[in-house]
Every structure is written in C-alpha cells, then in structure tokens.
C-alpha cells in the first residue's frame, strides 16, 4: 500500500492509496520539529480509529519545508522498512520535463500539480493552487512545466492586513454581498475577494495572451470553489490534484526502476 504525504508551509496531508482510489486522508499542521515517533502516533491512531488495517509498503513525499523531510525519513524508515521517494531529489525521476533558468529550485509541489495536470488534463495548462502562496502553475503541450508565477497566498494577505494595521481584525475569507463595504470588515472581504478575483483573471489571460494559445485553467486548493461562484475563472477544479501527482510520480518510477 502506498502513502502519499504533501509537506505543505502550512499543513501536511497523509492519504493512503490502495491503486484505485484514496482508501483515507488526514491533515495536521506543518512544524518541523516533530519527530517520527509523533508523526507514526497519530498517523497509527487515525489508521485504527478508522479501522483502515493495511501494510505500508511504499511511500512519496514532497515538501516545501526541507527540514521535515529528515523526520518524515526516519519514519518511513523505522516504522514502514522502506525508503520513501522524495519529489526534487535525484532519484526521484519525473514523468515530464522541467524547462526553467539553470540552476534554479522549482518547488516540488508545483512539479507534482504539473505531473497531475498533465496526467488528467493534458497540456496546455494553467494550474492555480492556493496554498499558503498562490501559485499559477504552467505546463506546455507535451506536459513540462515551463514555469509560472507565484503570489501571497489569500490567508496570509489577509493576515498581513492585520499585522501591520492594528485597528484592522481577523476576518474570514467570503464573497460579499456588494463591491462597496458599509463596514470595516465588508471592506477587507470586498477586497480580498474581488482582489482575488482580478489577479486570477488577469494573470490567466497575460499567460494565455503572452504563449499565444489556448490553454485550460486548473484550479486546486480549498478556497477555489469560494472564488469559482463568483466568476467562471477556471475550467476544472480538482481538490486532490497534488496527492494524485504523487501516485503518478510513484508509479512512473516504480516502472521506471
């Protein structure tokens, strides 16, 4: 049985892989102190709790946040008996190639939602994540990622609203019902939200107008939905993109070995 793990900055999610489907998938927060002993206590106690009786056999990781991926090791090594594959590293092969500046570090999230995209899409593709940045993702006809363009990730906007203006609070990410707020905390939705709506829109259509073709937009994340009913902006959106990346990466270099 395969575990996919998907280090984010913020969260990580564990989800098991039966094949066929996700037999189950659980989340915590990222902090890169926790041990493997932690990381198998929970995981363990989650398995049985769901009753999900199954044997780890392999193992994928990608992380954003190197200094987990020592820990996340370690488990997968005194816990599972096996060495995880470990997205950016030289012994994990990708299915697609990476077309960027020499020398430079594409996050291993972003060349896994390009494998995803590419596997259930096709190319031509714009694949926008929002995560703690929110990443626009793009991917040439033959599926390589040729690059794209990242920005401050909705909640942390919204945070940096409040720490540096101290008269401004925490709000929660929604559409409001009118562009103009009466009110302090319709004003920052207001803008947020429509703020949002504007980037996602305009930077599509720079990418689309800048490699002159068509391409479809893909969208992941939990807050994709929220900006979709405002605004037709995306053609798809896939809530497991990245850890299906992950399964076709596994089994590329299982095949591949």
Known sequence: MLLTIDCGNTNTVFAIWDGTAFAASWRCATQATRTADEYYTWLRTLMDLHRIDVTITDVIVSSTVPRVVFN????CDRYFGT????????DTRLPVDVRVDAGTQVGPDRLVNTVAGWDRHGGNLIVVDFGTATTFDVVDHDGAYVGGVIAPGVNLSLEALHMAAAALPHVDITQPQRVVGTNTVTCMQSGIFWGYVGLIKEVSARIRAERARTMKVVATGGLAPLFQQAETLFDAYDDDLTMHGLTVIHRYNKENA
Do not use: D, E, F, I
């Open 72 to 75: 996340l090791r370690v488990l």
């Open 83 to 90: 060495r995880p594959y470990v997205v950016g590293k030289p």
